[in-house]
């Protein structure tokens, strides 16, 4: 059996620039034009496989508009492996913005997390207001991963993640057990809870992925 | 903040995250605000430079502690007894998901000058010093007792009537010792008073039967605790508040409850902008805090807590190395009226440094000397590297708040779990919404959506 890893993906990038486009997209392959800030979309998965076999399962964490009043918690960056910190190419202020959060992000999360800047709406390139140029000299400054997307036509999504999933360490544990992040109910090396619930005959699913 | 809210939350202590997260589940439009940059108000876990900022503003944390990152004090020391209600809401609502926990590895008591684990099971039970051989025979026939108890079988209760007859009684009926019954009702009932000894003894065989079952679920203790520490805890139900949108602002300064000509609730304040909404829920810090606000007294102090935050570099002497204990004084061993409590954690929860332990000893303050009254817990605990004391007031509000729409949460006791704070989740929810608290599952719900 091929190696399976697991990571702690987070979003990050001000509101409105597509961040939760760009996870169903990437998740469900889905397009909502009118899609409202995010209700309910808490806690998605998806798993890419790799050339040579090897399957990276992403738990992709939203800020669900915590970010809105620079009140995340410290609990999201807690244990991430990799982050998506998202601009809009149409709005110069975006890229502002995430120049911001990756500050917050090396200054919060661990030192090891693997950054991707991310430039969405590549779609409205006629209303594009970041050049290509300015935002890959800035990621190459920072040392961060770069690319342009389209929630909207899935151009550059799955990419993007595949980039990340190539690029994140595999010498952790295999088996659903990649970083250490908090799922996998059965992995993990606590008490679990839900397990619990289980033996006293209550509802409930193994794992909550 | 032009927008109008169900509800709006002041303060992001557990009770109030809880509150929060089940609202939103419910569909209320929530706006949950907290003067501090931090999330958990009274219940947060501080690093160490959130540490200093409260306790010593003046100086700042020495280097020799460590990194600041790998630190998250709590504030009040509790733990989450496996079998009890918010493990029910932990796993109902699946914050969970967001969070890991590790036993807490030992539960000890404090008898005659030393201190003894609480057996987890019987063959520590035969083993332990806390009872005589004689004793243990006859400890065995009580719990014997409560374990066979079946409400509709008259068999099963020896002639005694829970909810009629006294603990004493039942007591008495076993023959049980005086040592044996401090350590039963204080240290698995977790009574912090003797009160419970004249009253009916169903509560006291609800809370035995809740300890022995918690013990039972993980095997070294009836505690689980949170990774990374309590403050956790409020962050994981905020994250649930947030995803059914709510909307979170910190650092956020509370001016003023505005209210109509009649009291009744209309806005919160801050600086010049109101924002308003039909309700309003809070910590007592919100409120006044015992003092007059806008001509009201909405809180009241129902007594003092005196908590000593201390930094070790080994664990507490006589737990068997533990890297995590309780351990509970109770009060006739040291001649007051409530227990003391010691709650231990350490780098095993992520809570601090390699090789550094917090131990938080706390009691119901008695006399005008309350960093006086935790000596007998201090000195147990070998050489204290620091500490950090606080004298804290509990509060409970004046008013239900049906009548006005504001709603007000009770401060952390000194319990050791969380009993009583999911009690006070259940009261203030039946006031906010007008019927009592129904946990559903996070997938029934979403499969309605």
Known sequence: ?209 | MDEEYDVIVLGTGLTECVLSGLLSVEGKKVLHMDRNDYYGGDSASLNLTQLYRKFRPDLSPPAELGRDRDYAVDLIPKFIIASGELTKILVHTDVTRYLEFKQIAGSFVYRDGKISKVPSNEVEALKSPLMGLFEKRRAKKFFEFLQGWKDEDPATHQGLDLDKDTMQTVYNKFGLEPGTQDFIGHAMALYLTDDYKTKPARPTYERIVLYTSSMARYGKSPYIYPLYGLGELPQSFARLSAIYGGTYMLDKAIDEIVTDADGKFIGVRSGNETVKAKQVVGDPSYFGAGKQTDGKVRVVEEGKVVRAICILKHPIPGTEDSDSAQVIIPQNQVGRKNDIYIACVSSTHNVCAKEVYIAIVSTIVETDKPELEINPGLQLLGTIHDKFVSISSLYTPTAPGTDDNIFITRSYDATSHFETVVEDVHDVWQRVVGKDLVLKKREDIEAQA
């Open chain 1, 1 to 209: 059996m091929s190696k399976q890893f697991q990571f702690k993906l987070v979003l990050l990038g001000e509101s409105a620039v597509g961040k939760s486009s760009l996870v169903l997209r990437f998740v469900k392959d889905q397009f909502d034009d009118y899609r409202e800030s995010t209700i309910g979309a808490a806690f998605l998965t998806q798993t890419v496989t790799l050339e040579d076999g090897t399957s990276v399962k992403f738990e992709i964490w939203d800020t669900a508009g915590q970010e809105r009043y620079k009140s995340l918690a410290p609990m999201y960056y807690r244990n991430a492996n990799c982050a998506v910190v998202v601009y809009d190419i149409t709005q110069s202020a975006s890229l502002e913005k995430a120049r911001s959060w990756i500050r917050e992000l090396q200054r919060q999360a661990d030192p090891s997390i693997i950054i991707a800047l991310c430039g969405n709406k590549s779609d409205l390139a006629a209303r594009r207001q970041v050049s290509e140029e300015e935002a890959r000299k800035y990621a190459e400054e920072e040392g961060l991963m770069w690319g342009e997307t389209s929630a909207k036509s899935g151009e550059g999504v799955t990419e993007i993640f595949t980039e990340i999933a190539k690029k994140l360490p595999k010498n952790a544990p295999a088996a659903g057990r990649g970083g250490p992040g908090r799922t996998g109910a059965g992995a993990r090396s606590g008490v679990d809870l839900n397990k619990q619930a289980n033996a006293q005959g209550e509802q409930n699913e193994q794992c909550n992925c």
